[in-house]
């Protein structure tokens, strides 16, 4: 198994409720190393460059306001396949589906408020921290 890099971002529902010390628990509980973070507020339009893939669903508008409505934080994790660890820490994009224990099951409020989000796939990870960090951020 190879050492991996993904792109995680604790959403505004999350950090609202004061939740990041919880989410970055359940992270390093997993054996995942926050190895950069910075909290950001972004703009609608900085929102829609990062979910640009999803452009063409009916619920992207909404997701852009969504992520633009308070500070996210950002953060690489490092670790043994960090992408598919990630996302199987987070749980199910809709929290009605997510195995107990896991962020979303136990923080989530919905589809779309549903409070972290993860890379999917090696080509997408690199996109997305590259995205938000330079590589002197990045500190394995
Ligand atoms: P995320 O992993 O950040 O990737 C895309 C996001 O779109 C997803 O999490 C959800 O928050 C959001 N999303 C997916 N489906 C819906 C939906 N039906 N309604 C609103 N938001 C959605």
Do not use: W
């Not at 991996?4 to 190393?33: M, Q, Y």
């Not at 619920?59 to 660890?85: D, H, R």
Request: net charge negative.
């Amino acid at each position: 198994m190879a050492i991996e890099r993904t792109l995680s971002i604790i959403k505004p529902d999350a950090t609202n409720r004061n939740l990041t010390g919880k989410i970055n628990a359940k992270f390093e509980e997993a054996g995942l190393r926050i190895i950069a973070q910075k909290r950001i507020q972004l703009t609608p339009a900085q929102a829609g460059v990062f979910y640009a893939v999803h452009k063409e669903r009916p619920f992207y508008g909404e997701l852009c306001e969504f992520m633009a409505s308070a500070p996210v934080v950002v953060q690489v994790l490092e670790g043994e396949s960090a992408i598919a660890k990630n996302r199987e820490v987070m749980g199910a994009t809709n929290p009605a589906d997510a195995a107990p224990g896991t962020i979303r099951a136990e923080f989530a409020e919905s589809v779309g408020e549903n409070s972290v989000h993860g890379s999917d796939a090696p080509e997408t990870a690199a996109a997305e921290i590259a995205y938000f960090f330079s590589g002197l951020e990045l500190v394995g």
